[in-house]
């Protein structure tokens, strides 16, 4: 009898072991998913804060790194730059948020993306991805409509940043369907900015002067340096090129010191795209580059 017992007590225990391991597994560890966060907010009042808290507030694991927040007010280009700038060094599903946003109440759509690297971009549809759709290409978009990833039942007129974008952003980052966001938008008809793609002919390249590089005024150009390398120059050689009209002669050197004080160049940046300096001067101010300005560079066949 007492064997009888112990064995049925074994089995009893056995089957509890199996009944407990089967409805409570291990959770295996999983990495902290990403918003890299941009705005024109500054950091004079707590806009950017609220926005971090509602992206905890939906995901409390988010980590969340500030692109910048000194993008020059509604300075869509800038925006568009610093985005492009910063998708190579991230893996496939990370979420940019982006709020560069003079539109911001208007009729303009506020949207979810996804580029061909994997990664996630909530923006309004403003041109803000007009250089990471050339860059990267958008292979598919989304209209934000669904009250469910939004904040609140009366959506503020002027902070979308905090009741849609940043919502939107932290469920996208805990792995939830985009296309349950809103309609699917035809990628080919999102809004972009009036900017030149970098072209090549036999002539040379086409191109845009997109921005200047912070308080230095030097001008970033959308030519990476294995497009202008199929140009034919080495270091060393005088690159023909007109900025908005302007012809100029500059020496294609490697850094600023190859040049005298106050002489012009042009380089390879450390984004891996073509740059206009004055060593030690504003190139902006000495020859009063408006931006975006049209560029054209002869081929060295051609500058001959």
């Known amino acids: 009898m007492f064997v009888r017992v112990a064995r049925l007590t074994a089995i009893v225990v056995l089957l509890?072991?199996?009944?407990?391991?089967?409805?409570?597994?291990?959770?295996?560890?999983s990495a902290h998913p990403t918003v890299v966060f941009m705005t024109d907010f500054g950091h004079v009042d707590d806009s950017v804060p609220i926005c971090k808290g509602v992206m905890l507030g939906i995901e409390p694991e988010l980590r969340i790194v500030d692109l910048t927040h000194d993008v020059t007010p509604f300075r869509i280009l800038d925006g568009a730059r610093f985005l492009a700038g910063i998708t190579p060094y991230y893996p496939a599903g990370t979420v940019f948020v982006g709020v560069v946003?003079?539109?911001?109440?208007?009729?303009?759509k506020a949207i979810v993306a996804r580029s061909s690297r994997g990664q996630y971009f909530v923006v309004p549809d403003n041109g803000l991805l007009t250089i990471v759709q050339d860059q990267d290409?958008?292979?598919?978009?989304?209209?934000?409509?669904?009250?469910?990833?939004?904040?609140?039942?009366?959506?503020?007129?002027?902070?979308?940043?905090?009741?849609?974008?940043?919502?939107?952003?932290?469920?996208?980052?805990?792995?939830?369907?985009?296309?349950?966001v809103g309609p699917a938008l035809d990628v080919s008809k999102l809004i972009r900015l009036a900017i030149q793609k970098a072209t090549l002919a036999p002539t040379g390249i086409s191109a845009t002067v997109i921005s200047t590089d912070g308080p230095f005024g030097n001008l970033v150009t959308n030519?990476?340096?294995?497009?202008?390398?199929?140009?034919?120059?080495?270091?060393?050689?005088?690159?023909?090129l007109s900025i908005a009209g302007k012809p100029l002669q500059i020496p294609f050197v490697k850094t600023f010191s190859d040049v005298p004080i106050g002489s012009p160049l042009i380089f390879v940046d450390s984004r891996g795209h073509m740059a206009l300096a004055i060593n030690q001067r504003s190139f902006v101010e000495k020859y009063e580059v408006q931006v975006p300005a049209t560029l054209e560079i002869q081929s060295k066949a051609q500058a001959r």
């Open 16 to 29: 509890s072991y199996c009944a407990f391991s089967q409805a409570a597994p291990v959770a295996a560890p």
């Open 101 to 108: 946003d003079p539109g911001v109440g208007s009729t303009r």
């Open 137 to 180: 290409g958008i292979v598919a978009a989304y209209d934000i409509q669904n009250p469910a990833w939004m904040i609140g039942s009366a959506l503020s007129s002027t902070f979308h940043g905090r009741d849609i974008f940043s919502p939107v952003g932290a469920h996208l980052a805990r792995g939830e369907d985009p296309s349950t």
């Open 223 to 240: 030519v990476d340096r294995d497009f202008f390398s199929k140009l034919g120059y080495s270091l060393g050689d005088t690159v023909k």
